[in-house]
């Protein structure tokens, strides 16, 4: 079953617990939560105290996305803050086996390991670590910005990452971000999308509920 993570990075920031709450009762499977640092990316966006100011508003998981450089020393604080899921940019990260597994060892086991990947980077970068990880996050935008468009190239990677996963036997699974509408959203998990990031389609909806069930339905398109 496909799991919808909106993006908060379209919410109204003014009512973040509201925004929040809104898509749990719509239907939202995760809370998908964007850090910008405005040098990784050139967008600034949520740190951790806004993180743990919104953890008690929902019992969903926070899946939190860091496009920051260094990450490793940001890892801490993102957890302790409420993370349930945190990924860590390849692109960003000098030693990113040792970022896996403060992550994975950070408040007792509590949160799970992310990687993801831009548009541009090979899944070759990630090949030996397939089976530390537990979230494999694929950019289908170049990072920084909501409301972009779908870049269809991530198609095929995706096809290939899945059929690599089934051949090392991991459990990792694929969550594919960026221009997820009710249009694009059939072909991401025809190729092997396991959740699937949006922002704008969700956010920008009248409807919020309505659009969530739109997404999940295209897994029967
Ligand atoms: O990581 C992101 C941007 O860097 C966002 O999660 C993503 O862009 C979601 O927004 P939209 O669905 O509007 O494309
Ligand atoms: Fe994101």
Not at 30 to 37: A, E, G, S, W
């Amino acid at each position: 079953m496909i799991k919808i993570a909106p993006s908060i990075l379209s919410a109204d920031f003014s009512k973040l617990g509201d925004e929040i709450k809104k898509v749990e009762q719509a239907g939202a499977d995760l809370i998908h939560i964007d850090v910008m640092d405005g040098h990784f990316v050139p967008n600034l966006t949520i740190g951790p105290n806004v993180v743990a100011a919104v953890r008690n508003v929902t019992k969903l998981p926070f899946d939190v996305h860091l496009m920051v450089s260094n990450p490793q020393d940001l890892v801490l604080p993102f957890i302790e803050a409420g993370a349930d899921i945190l990924t860590v940019h390849a692109e960003a990260a000098s030693h990113l086996h040792r970022i896996i597994e403060t992550i994975k060892k950070g408040n007792k086991g509590s949160c799970q390991a992310g990687v993801s990947l831009n548009p541009a980077t090979s899944i070759v970068w990630i090949e030996d670590i397939l089976r530390e990880v537990d979230l494999i996050l694929l950019m289908s935008v170049n990072p920084g910005f909501g409301g972009q468009s779908f870049i269809p190239l991530v198609l095929e990677k995706i096809r290939r990452l899945k059929a690599q996963l089934k051949a090392c036997n991991s459990n990792a699974v694929i969550e594919v971000d960026g221009g997820i509408n009710a249009n694009t959203a059939a072909s991401v998990i025809e190729a092997g999308a396991d959740i699937l990031v949006a922002g704008s389609a969700i956010y920008g909806a009248k409807n919020c509920a309505a659009a969530i069930r739109q997404l999940k339905n295209a897994a029967a398109l």
